[in-house]
Structure formats: C-alpha cells, structure tokens
C-alpha cells in the first residue's frame, strides 16, 4: 500500500460520519459565500443550484449495516486486471464481451452510457459480491478477493464510461490546475492553498477518498460540477469559461466539459494501469514526495 493511501484509510474514518459531510452551517455560510469571489469565481446564484438530499448521505446504509461492510481496495482499481476477471468470471456468457446483452441471459445493458451514469461503485460492489435477494445472479463473494472485486467493478463502470486516455488527462490538468487545485489540492486531497487557513468548512472533497466518491453515480458528480452546492463552497462551472489555464484559448464549460471534468476526477480513485504498475507508481511517489521534503533532490 502506499503511504498517501494510507494517509487516505486514516482521513476515511473520519469522513464515515454523515454530520460532518453536508451540513450547513450559518456562520461559515458567510464566509463561504465569500469564497468565489476571493478566488475570482463568480457564484452566479440565478442559474440551478441542487441541494444535497438524503441520497447524497455517505456510504449508503444498505451496504453497511450488519456484515455487508464494503472492504475497500488498498489502492486504486486497476481497469485493465478488472477486464482480466470479467473474462476469467465468464460474465461475458450473459453481458457479452462489450456489456452489450446476450439474448436470452440478461437484459441489462452495462455499455449504456445513460445507464452507467447512474450507477453508484459500492453499489455495483454489492451487487456483484452478494447478489440480490430474489435473484440467483452468480455471486463472486467465495470466488475474489475484496481489491479483484473492485477491479471488477471500475472495468463495468469503463464499458460504458471509458475512463480519460493519458492524452485527456494532460488536457484538463492545466483547467483543473487554474479552477479547482486552490481548493481540492493538486492531487485532489482537498488540501488546497485556500485551506491552508483552515477557511473552508465543510472541507473541499478529497477526491482520493473511497467512501466517499464510490459511493457517488457519475450524474451526481456533473450535477454539483455544473451546479456547484450551495452554502459548501463549491462553485458552479457550468457556462463559466476558463482563460486562465491557457492565455491563447478559451475553455467553455459546457455539458461535455463538465463530464470530461468528472472523469479527471475519477482519475485519482481508478486506474488505467495494472494492479501492480499502480502500486509501483504510486510508491515511486510517495519516494519523491518525501526526497523533496528532506531536501535530498535540491542539490
Ligand atoms: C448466468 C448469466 C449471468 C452471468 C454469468 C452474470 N450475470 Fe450479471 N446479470 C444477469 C442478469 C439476468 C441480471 C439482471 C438484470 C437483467 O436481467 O439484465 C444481471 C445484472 C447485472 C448487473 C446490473 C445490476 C443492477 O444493479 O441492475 C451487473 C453490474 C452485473 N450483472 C454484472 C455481472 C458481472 C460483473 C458478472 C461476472 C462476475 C456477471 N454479471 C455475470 C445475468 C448474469
Ligand atoms: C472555492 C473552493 C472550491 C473550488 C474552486 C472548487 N471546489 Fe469542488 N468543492 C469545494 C467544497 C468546499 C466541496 C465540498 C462540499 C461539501 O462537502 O458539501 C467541494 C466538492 C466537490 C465535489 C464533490 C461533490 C460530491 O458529490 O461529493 C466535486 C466532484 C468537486 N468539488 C469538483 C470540483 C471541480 C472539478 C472543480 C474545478 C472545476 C472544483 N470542485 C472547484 C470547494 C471548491
């Protein structure tokens, strides 16, 4: 495991609790409200705003109660050994090779864009692992460990949603440098500059966390990309423009923007690596990280 990830399962216990995410306090209200404009966004207030509502609860209950506690992966899902277990789990027998339904096996269509949208991980995490009662859906819980299952599940989610190609990825970097980074920190621990002062309460998301982003469908990320959540300090983006990533060009945030901007942050909890390239990458930084902090790369 590396050690950001394990800075990580330490800050998910304390993002378990449900009164420390969405509440709405009137005095950092105030500030908050402040916010936007000190970092030189404009929080429009007339266009849709969507309050968080009891769906938006962390980790939903059903998963955790009693012994259906989700296990969660050691580092970050690996895409590509997921496609090894979909085919070694012959789930392709009934979802097809490309998620598309085979006829007669099932009905779902996991290539569905519209569908997977609305998919929550931990959810597809217990489906998979425990069936449904009154279904006799193949359960792989006797058959995978916990970090396989998940690998499992971000390669469905990736049948509908590919994730960002590296080349993506370079593109939004400098808009999510220039936008987001003051705040949810450069690899989005929520660590930014701005909360340096501790100024911001609740938090900005820490978009490594597990509980918190699996247990989130790809709609509810657009909608509080594009519609921001009023009183937290999120900002809203959709019809915004950015000029300050890049002085010759001018990036709209329009509503494929704001999906391409749920999938760099889906980027620091899923992987397109290998399981094991995954680890050795993100050691290899945790190495760097710390060479910079006891000043040996400076000379
Ligand atoms: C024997 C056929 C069969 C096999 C094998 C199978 N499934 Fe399914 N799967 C189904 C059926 C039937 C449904 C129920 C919905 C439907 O009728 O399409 C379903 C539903 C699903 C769903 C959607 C659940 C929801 O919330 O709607 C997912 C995700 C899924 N399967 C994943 C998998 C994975 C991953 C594997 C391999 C480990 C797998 N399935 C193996 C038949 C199968
Ligand atoms: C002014 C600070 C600030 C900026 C700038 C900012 N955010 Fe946020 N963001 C927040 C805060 C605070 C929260 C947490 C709100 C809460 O917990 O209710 C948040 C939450 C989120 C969430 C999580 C929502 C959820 O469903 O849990 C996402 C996704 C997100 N921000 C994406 C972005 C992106 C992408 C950008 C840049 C385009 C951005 N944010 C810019 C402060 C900011």
Not at 22 to 35: Q, T, W, Y
Not at 155 to 182: H, W
Not at 249 to 262: G, N, P, Q, R, S
């Amino acid at each position: 495991m590396s050690l950001s990830k394990l800075k990580l399962v330490f800050s998910n216990q304390k993002s378990l609790s449900p009164a420390s995410s969405l509440r709405v306090d009137l005095k950092s209200s105030l500030l908050l409200a402040m916010i936007p404009v000190i970092v030189g966004l404009t929080a429009c207030n007339d266009s849709k705003v969507t309050l968080p509502s009891a769906d938006d609860g962390l980790v939903s209950t059903k998963v955790t109660l009693g012994d259906k506690e989700p296990i969660w992966p050691n580092d970050d899902p690996s895409i590509p050994d997921g496609k090894g277990v979909y085919a070694a789990q012959n789930c392709a027998s009934c979802h097809g090779l490309d998620g598309k339904p085979v006829a007669g096996k099932a009905a779902v269509d996991l290539s569905s864009k519209e569908w997977g949208r609305k998919q929550k991980p931990v959810e597809q995490y217990d489906f998979i692992t425990f069936g449904k009662e009154g279904s006799d859906h193949p359960s792989v819980q006797s058959k995978l460990r916990p970090p396989d299952i998940w690998n499992l599940v971000f390669y469905v989610r990736s049948l509908s949603t590919p994730p960002l190609t590296d080349a993506e990825i370079l593109e939004v970097q400098p808009v999510f440098g220039a936008n987001c980074v003051v705040c949810h920190g450069a690899k989005g621990y929520g660590n930014g500059p701005l909360m340096k002062g501790n100024v911001l309460e609740p938090s900005p998301a820490n978009f490594q966390s597990f509980p918190r982003f699996y247990d989130r469908t790809d709609e509810t990320l657009w909608d509080h990309i594009a519609n921001g959540i009023k009183w937290e300090g999120m900002p809203n983006f959709l019809g915004k423009v950015d000029r300050k990533s890049d002085k010759t060009k001018v990036t709209k945030f329009d509503e494929a923007y704001i999906w391409k901007l749920v999938g760099f942050v889906r980027h620091f909890h899923e992987s397109n690596l290998t399981e094991d390239a995954t680890q050795a990458l993100h050691a290899k930084e945790d190495k760097e990280e710390k060479e910079s902090k006891d000043g040996v790369k400076s000379k």
